[in-house]
């Protein structure tokens, strides 16, 4: 114990507490880096070692004095600490005989350097033995598997026992990923899916793990780089848990390790799970918060069936206390630096393991710890016998020999994929919201009678996208007219015409156009809402207020932080990248993504129709009027009401040419059957005494508009052009 920690120590290197145990670790730190010592230190043993170090590079420091000034390493035994440089790290004193070391060092000399091979394949180790056949329901499941072999022989990894979590690592060009695959499909090889799922993050795009994808054993696979879909898959595991919490409180028993041994046919445990994580250190470059997450469930999982496999290449500042605290075995492959090394081991022998030997790497269990050459991903042994200078053929991957050995599929998945954009919408509904930390999504509907929709987003989020879904979700809504006086008489309309909703697009600009017409045309809009469902479109400083009494809102992407928290968007949904169609749903007691369906665009009914002739119009009509712009037939006496100028004059014109007989006033109560008003803007209507309804006025009328009075009734009218002279005259 603690020889291992003496290989890569830098030199020179002093030694300092009791005599004869500062002579054993002279002696142990000879061994470990297989050379002799000289001066004072050496012995006839040391003619064994491969090596010699320099003369004085090791020196005993007598008990009560300094260590020399230069010495870049001091190894203290009665304190159990060496110190590289000034940093210091705790250390398992390693104090070796005379006897020890010569035995020690005469193996060594017998068998070369080191007694593994370079290379070794799974199939070429013999297999650890399961604890009752795979199938069987009444056997304990035991999470074992070979994974390579030491100097005593097969090394074999046992999650119930060194577990129940692995952390890995290991220096690019180490051979992290064939002992990732090999660690992952080697388990997967002993229990079928029924047994055991696994969950693949693989945040380098899938290049450490990805052969394990194809497993039938698979319940999540996440290779990119993005929070969303990380938070996805870690909410989802986090509900896998709490579903294995209730399993047990049902069950009435504490653990599910006593669910195995149980059994029973009736209700048997449910798979174990394993969650293998490759480069979880870029979980927190994602989010702060995800690396605590990881550490929850790692302590969570003990009890649950769930085991996690941590890899990293950089674990220096990654493997937290939380982490560390429920590993139960650490497999150091070469890191980049003693500092590294030291982080997963205590010590800096992993950074003196040979960078010429991939897969060597250093096994700390909690009941040993060894030195072992990992098992490449491979099904098939080499030959014995094969063309001297020809590389074995590699054969089948231990991946799938495994598929072909399991040719069923697993359970339910443990995340959902992310939601597509292309989906087509529920009956009745604009969308999909995505529950991923309740592993189910749901159809997004508005219930016009809770309160309103509303769209809140930048321009280019979708916000016309989203209306037009809600359209089609409700046949029959009426979309505000973007003309001042159509918009102000829809209003009017909407409360008494029994429409299922009022939609309104880019409600800022509907409101300012409207306040031409309407004056308090904000007040107005929450009037009618108050009457008829209403959907609008808004940016985000419109219409806060609007935000408490809404039924349903839908927080487009594209917001900033502090927008999106306004408007009520929890901050681990908050994302400030714009996707045209997603949003933050938020309903009453729920909150989650959500894709907006693309719906084709369908012209809803009008409640206002433009005031235009139309070229067909009947010859006797002299125009159209009304909210359905109908013609316009006039007969008997006709006063045309307003000041003299063209626009009377024109009016004259179009309803002479119909027969009509026509006078002209500058004020109405002539007494005439039905008035004409030219010029019909909100200023001249009060001139006149006229208190019309919103809609009849228009700020800037245009040629022909008019408002006619026929009794007590009152109706936009829009008159055709007046003929020509040449027209009239023929």
Known sequence: ???????????????????????????????????????????????????????????????????????????????????????????????????????????????????????????????????GPASSVRAPRRLIASI?????????????????????????????????????????????????????IDLKGGAGIGAC?????????????????????????????????????????????????????????????????????????????????????????????????????????????????????????????????????????????????????????????????????????????????????????????????????????????????????????????DLPAARARRPVRWDPHGGPCVVVGPRGSGRSTALAAIAAAAPGAVALPADPREAARTLELAASASIPALLIDDVERACASLESVLRGAEQALEAVARRVPVALACGPGWGARWAARAGLRLVLSGLDRVEQTLWGVPADLVSTSLVPGHAVAIGPGWTGECRIARAPHVDGPRLVEPLVCPPGLAPDAVGVTGDAARPLRLTGGVVVVGPPGRERAAAVATIASAGAAVDTSERLGTGAGIEVIVEPDAAHLRALGLRVPPGLADAEPGPGRVVIRSGSELAAGQLRPAPSPDTRSG
């Open 148 to 200: 390579g072999v030491g100097q005593d022989g097969v090394v074999a990894l046992d999650l119930d026992r060194d577990g129940p979590h692995v952390l890995v690592a290991g220096t690019t060009g180490s051979g992290k990923s064939a002992l990732l695959e090999t660690l992952t499909a080697a388990l997967a090889h002993g229990l079928g899916p029924t047994h055991l799922g696994i969950g693949l």
């Open 1 to 131: 114990v603690g020889l291992d920690a003496l290989a890569g120590l830098p030199l020179p290197v002093a030694i300092v507490g009791e005599s004869r145990m500062a002579r054993g670790a002279a002696r142990a730190l000879a061994l470990a880096q297989d050379a002799a010592l000289g001066g004072a230190l050496a012995e006839p043993w040391m003619r064994w070692c491969a090596g010699a170090l320099p003369a004085g590079s090791v020196e005993v420091v007598e008990p009560g004095a300094r260590p020399a000034s230069e010495a870049a390493t001091v190894i203290d035994v009665d304190a159990g600490a060496i110190s590289i440089r000034g940093r210091r790290i705790p250390w398992r004193p390693a104090a070796v005989t005379p006897a020890t070391a010569e035995l020690a060092a005469r193996r060594g000399a017998s068998t070369g350097a080191s007694d593994l091979p370079a290379t070794v394949r799974w199939a070429e180790l013999p297999q650890a033995p399961a604890a």
């Open 213 to 433: 994808a194809a497993l039938p054993h698979v319940r999540g696979l996440l290779t990119d780089l993005d929070a969303s879909h990380a938070r996805r898959a870690l909410l989802g595991v986090a509900h896998e848990l709490r579903e294995r919490k209730r399993a047990l409180a049902r069950e009435g028993l504490a653990s599910w390790r006593e669910w195995e041994a149980r059994g029973g046919a009736t209700s048997p445990a449910p798979a174990r799970l394993l969650l293998v994580v490759d480069e979880f250190q870029e979980l927190g470059g994602l989010d702060p918060r995800f690396v605590p997450e990881l550490a929850r469930l790692a302590a969570q999982g003990r009890s649950l069936g769930v085991h996690l496999v941590l890899a990293t290449q950089r674990p220096a500042g990654s493997v937290t206390p939380e982490i560390r605290a429920n590993v139960g075995t650490v497999i150091a492959l070469r890191t980049a630096s003693p500092a590294e090394s030291v982080d997963v081991l205590g010590d800096a022998a992993a950074a003196a393991l040979a960078p010429d030997r991939p897969g060597r790497a250093i096994v700390a269990t909690p009941s040993r710890r060894l030195t072992m050459q990992a098992a490449l991903p491979l099904a098939t042994p080499r030959a014995p016998v094969r063309p001297a200078g020809a590389a074995p053929p590699p054969g089948p991957s231990l991946a799938e020999a495994t598929r072909i050995r399991w040719p069923e599929t697993g359970a339910e998945p443990l995340w959902l994929p992310p939601l597509d954009p292309g989906a087509a919408p529920p009956p009745g509904g604009i969308g999909w919201v």
